[in-house]
């Protein structure tokens, strides 16, 4: 059974799209079958992994609405070496409709359920909202992953996600845990990223991933070349904390 990662930040730029899509490749050159979902009508995944989004003929929304299976709409990423569930501006509507479905929190846990066995991993990159799309995301979800940049906002915005994240725990998904804070875009040069890293480190303890994501040009350039900056540029710094990153993650085990 495939362990399930929500990407998940509302606020805007910390960094989501970037882990995501290099995370799925830097797990999928460490062997293991990978998924990425992209439930963010930007579709900015399904380009970083060299997918052109205005060319796809069905995507995430299609399956969202059931007017699709997941195993006939995914995608594969051969340079990356995983599959993608690609994304839209479609999926701007998917919003709305939605809310008049049935069982509209749990329409992606549903999809996912009849190809979770074809996969070790399942990694779904979140809009910038705490919206119906996201809640779907944290209700197939097992473990959240949050990347965030050590500034004085991002702690702001931290606290709303966590309470988010209890309630969907208490009302939708009772096995749903923070898996770890991904320290992004970070700065050792700057006197307020060391100050909020060592915040989360003693508010969020071992929930806090030991790797740090550096601001790296290369983690910026890759994806206008539709190739993860772990496979872009293997050396640079920005890929080799994500390397770094999938080895923590693979280290963490399976949810209980």
């Known amino acids: 059974m495939a362990r ?3 990407v998940v930040n509302q606020k805007g730029g910390v960094g989501k799209t970037t882990t995501s899509v290099n995370l799925a490749a830097a797990l999928a050159q460490a062997g293991r079958r990978v998924l990425l979902v992209d439930l963010d009508p930007q579709g900015n995944a399904t380009m970083g992994s060299g997918i052109d ?10 399956v969202l609405l059931g007017l ?53 991993f399942i990694l779904i990159d979140c809009p910038p909202s705490l919206s119906l799309l996201t ?23 931290l606290s709303d996600l966590v309470a988010t994240i209890k309630r969907v725990r208490v009302n939708l998904n009772p096995q749903l845990e923070i898996a ?3 320290r992004t875009m970070y700065d050792p040069r700057n006197t307020l990223s060391q100050q909020v890293s060592q915040q989360l480190e003693d508010h969020f303890k071992e929930k ?12 910026a350039e890759a994806p206008s070349y539709g190739v993860p900056a772990v496979l872009w540029d293997a050396a640079s710094k920005g890929a080799q904390a994500y390397l770094a990153l999938a080895d ?9």
């Open 248 to 256: 923590e993650i693979l280290a963490q085990g399976r949810p209980a």
């Open 180 to 182: 770890g804070l991904l």
């Open 68 to 120: 699709g299976e997941l195993a006939g709409v995914r995608v594969r990423v051969e340079r990356g070496g995983f599959d993608l569930l690609p994304a839209n501006r479609e999926l701007a509507g998917a919003e709305i409709e939605l809310v008049e479905l049935e069982g509209r929190e749990t329409r992606l846990k549903k999809a996912l359920e009849r190809v979770t066995d074809e996969y070790d």
């Open 4 to 6: 399930i990662f929500a």
């Open 53 to 62: 989004k205005r060319t796809v003929g069905r995507t995430v929304y299609h």
């Open 135 to 157: 809640v779907n995301a944290l209700t197939a979800a097992q473990r959240v992953l949050i990347p965030m940049q050590c500034e004085y906002y991002a702690l702001e915005g």
């Open 208 to 219: 806090v991933y030991r790797t740090l994501v550096p601001r790296n040009v290369r983690l």
